[in-house]
């Protein structure tokens, strides 16, 4: 199972981009998939994250009302609106994904069973 992310770019603050994840590779059915960031010199952290079934949505209370997690069932692609955008969002963005996490494991990067290289995001102020 592999993913891959895209979209991230340089934008000025206050701008907007969409990030994707795409699962390619064996059949596989996410409980959960997720968004980190890893700012440089500091450790990844949590985001976004989607139930693929129940559609049930968390957010980092740094992005809750600017950033939206969606998914494509069909597609087995995950979505990552960036709204509003600020300069301490610049981070690489990776996403994550495992078929046996529970909810209060979602906000660990360790809890996930594959996870891609990460597109990167850079907001100028």
């Not at 701008?15 to 064996?26: D, I, K, N, Q």
């Not at 957010?59 to 009302?65: I, N, P, R």
């Amino acid at each position: 199972v592999q993913l891959q992310a895209s979209g991230g770019g340089l934008v000025q603050s206050g701008a907007s981009l969409r990030l994707s994840c795409e699962v390619s590779g064996r059949s596989f059915s996410p409980r959960f998939m997720a968004w980190f960031r890893q700012a440089p010199g500091k450790e990844r952290e949590f985001v976004s994250a989607i139930n693929w079934s129940a559609r049930t949505t968390l957010y980092a209370d740094s992005v809750k009302g600017r950033f939206t997690v969606s998914r494509d069932g069909a597609k087995t692609t995950m979505y990552l609106q960036l709204d509003i955008l600020k300069p301490e969002d610049t981070a690489v963005y990776y996403c994550e994904a495992g078929s046996r996490i529970i909810l209060r494991n979602t906000r660990n990067p360790e809890a996930y069973d594959y996870w891609g290289q990460g597109t990167k995001v850079t907001v100028s102020s």
